[in-house]
């Protein structure tokens, strides 16, 4: 029978293992992880910016094509769990403030998805500059949700951190986006 510390060394080293397939794709190539670099210094939280793309790199060496397209499919991700929870929660509350806060984040989440969806067709289509419009439109209806929780009468805020993770997701799709239609004009 294997020694307590021997199985917990080998708990550490498949652990790592398992992490180390996430990070060091990204950090394998140089012109990879600097073009990572340049986008989640452009947002407010560097370490959710590399850790969103870090997990969701295929190989070892991406594009900025590639980078837009892992930061809309994020994005889009993100407005559709959001837009779901949001649903959800509007439809077990009895509160009146929290009922009108919560149809004004449900709005909000309703109209960011549908400016990523259509930021993803046109994405599809190589009509990168409609992409990046689509995808400017959704910071302001995104920011409804976060202040109509200030506005009296406040209730708490149930999708404080979902609306801090959206607007980083934005921002990441919208600098992808412009970083894009910059490399191609």
Do not use: W
């Amino acid at each position: 029978m294997a020694s307590p510390i021997y199985n917990f060394h080998f708990l550490l080293a498949l652990l790592a293992m398992a992490a180390s397939a996430f990070i060091h794709p990204a950090l394998s190539d140089e012109s990879t992880r600097q073009l990572i670099d340049k986008i989640c210094r452009s947002v407010e939280e560097y370490a959710f910016c590399s850790n969103t793309v870090n997990q969701n790199i295929k190989g070892s060496s991406v594009n900025i094509t590639a980078l837009t397209q892992i930061t809309i499919e994020q994005a889009l991700n993100n407005s559709t769990n959001t837009h779901s929870f949001i649903f959800g929660l509007l439809s077990n509350t009895t509160d009146p403030a929290e009922k009108n806060a919560l149809t004004t984040c449900e709005n909000a989440y309703r109209l960011v998805t549908s400016n990523f969806n259509e930021a993803t067709m046109h994405f599809f289509e190589g009509d990168y500059g409609s992409m990046l419009d689509s995808e400017r439109r959704s910071p302001r209806a995104q920011e409804s949700c976060i202040t109509i929780f200030s506005t009296p009468p406040t209730p708490p805020n149930p999708v404080a951190d979902r609306n801090r993770q959206m607007r980083i997701l934005i921002a990441m799709a919208v600098v992808t986006g412009m970083e894009l239609t910059t490399k191609l004009s």
